[in-house]
């Protein structure tokens, strides 16, 4: 496990959540230059209706996709604390290379004695309260298609 990778992928996924409004934004010009050219007939009223709800399923969208960013941050943060309290936790002399901060310093020898250095944050997570941990299936479990397999990643739950 790589939690600076997985608090990267978090930071990613957060910034294109950030760049989807813009894109909505982008989509609906189009569209509401249809419905300008269909002033008075009820496909206009339909298109301009349609549109407006497929923007706002695209925004929820991105609140969900900017969420999840923020669980996988937190989730890299969780793991890297509890990755350093087993270490502190070892007794003795430490054995083989400690885990080294994302900042590439490595933190100083330990020599049986307690480390001063606290490990590096990985990133702040926004203030809200986290997601309910996703069960992962177990191997035997098989989902009913590959798209859900997918969908399962994005909604953070299993069957």
Do not use: F
């Amino acid at each position: 496990m790589d939690p600076y990778g997985l608090a990267k992928v978090g930071r990613h996924t957060q910034e294109v959540a950030a760049a989807m409004p813009a894109e909505i934004v982008r989509m609906q010009g189009p569209s509401e230059e249809a419905v300008g050219g269909l002033s008075g007939w009820r496909t206009g009223r339909a298109l301009a209706e349609c549109t407006e709800s497929w923007a706002g399923c695209l925004r929820a969208l991105a609140a969900e996709v900017d969420a999840n960013g923020a669980n996988l941050i937190t989730t890299a943060q969780n793991y890297a604390a509890a990755d350093a309290a087993a270490h502190e936790a070892l007794p003795g002399p430490s054995y083989g290379a400690p885990p080294v901060p994302h900042n590439g310093t490595p933190p100083e020898p330990r020599n049986g004695t307690p480390s001063a250095q606290a490990p590096a944050p990985l990133a702040q997570a926004p203030a809200q309260a986290p997601a309910p941990a996703a069960r992962i299936p177990a191997p035997h479990e098989q989902l009913a298609a590959p798209h859900e397999q997918a969908a399962v990643g994005l909604r953070g739950g299993g069957h």
